[in-house]
């Protein structure tokens, strides 16, 4: 299949790489990259594993912001269908019956976390930088929130959610969100030590096996992810979003009392 933010390739063990490929833009997740993830978890068959990646210097820089202010401007049916894609995204490939290994470098913010969060496996780089960096922008990481914090738990969600503060791949994998911290020249390597295993295990097992872990963790149902879709369309309709989202765009600081 051709698509236009994604590039993918599978080898001959049955290992699916994709890459989040719009690095003219950061690989932020546009509406057709998110429509495009959707439909690659969708059409995805009989692979041993799926390594996800980014192109160029990061692996996402989070959602669109043009994207974002649309929603902004819209109303609300309009703001809610929009969350719900995103929602859906995530849910996707949080629910991917293969392993999903995640290799990241440069940076992964808000939205980029929440997709390192529903990886089941994350190697960075050393020196990767992280930052929930939506209270910045007047809005909250509402749609990756029942996925972050199946990760890495209250406690640790409380010391980074809020603050928009950057953090390190070390500090990240105190957190649980990262796995592995490698060199850069030794990410795909290590990418490939976690790949290796699941070469000589049953498919059908590891789905299964995935699935019984899911459903012994915390609760990920229609009903949360409900509550995080109202929640994103709620904060898009306060005057903060507005603001922040636009400063950002303007390339100015947002005024905050």
Known sequence: MSWQTLDTRTDPRGVVY??????ERR???????????????????QARAVVLSGAGAIFCAGGDLV?????????????????????EMLQALNTMPVPLIGRLHGGAFGGGIGMACV??????ARGTKFCFSETRLGIIPATIGPY??????????????????????????TFGIVTTVVDTDGLDA?????????LSTAPG????????????????????????IRR???????????IGVRAFLDKKNAPRN
Not at 18 to 23: A, D, G, K, M, Q
Not at 119 to 124: E, G, L, N
Not at 232 to 242: M, N, Q, V
Request: net charge negative.
């Open 67 to 87: 994207w974002m202010q649309a929603q902004i401007e819209a109303d609300r049916p309009q703001r809610l269908r929009e969350a719900r894609k995103l929602a």
């Open 148 to 173: 972050v914090l199946a990760r890495i738990g209250e406690g640790h969600a409380r010391r980074v959610f809020m603050s928009a503060r950057m953090f390190g791949a070390e500090e990240a994998a």
């Open 205 to 228: 097992a590891v789905a299964a096996a995935k699935a019984l872990a899911r459903a012994l963790g915390p609760r990920i149902d229609a009903d949360v992810i409900d509550d995080s």
């Open 27 to 45: 690989n932020v997740l546009s509406a057709t990259m998110i429509a495009e993830l959707t439909e690659f978890v969708r059409t995805l068959d």
């Open 232 to 242: 994103l369309a709620d904060i898009w309709e306060g005057p903060e979003a507005l």
């Open 18 to 23: 994709v890459t989040l490929n719009t690095p």
């Open 119 to 124: 990886c089941d496996v994350v190697v960075a």
């Open 190 to 198: 290590a990418v490939e030590a976690e790949v290796t295993p699941y």
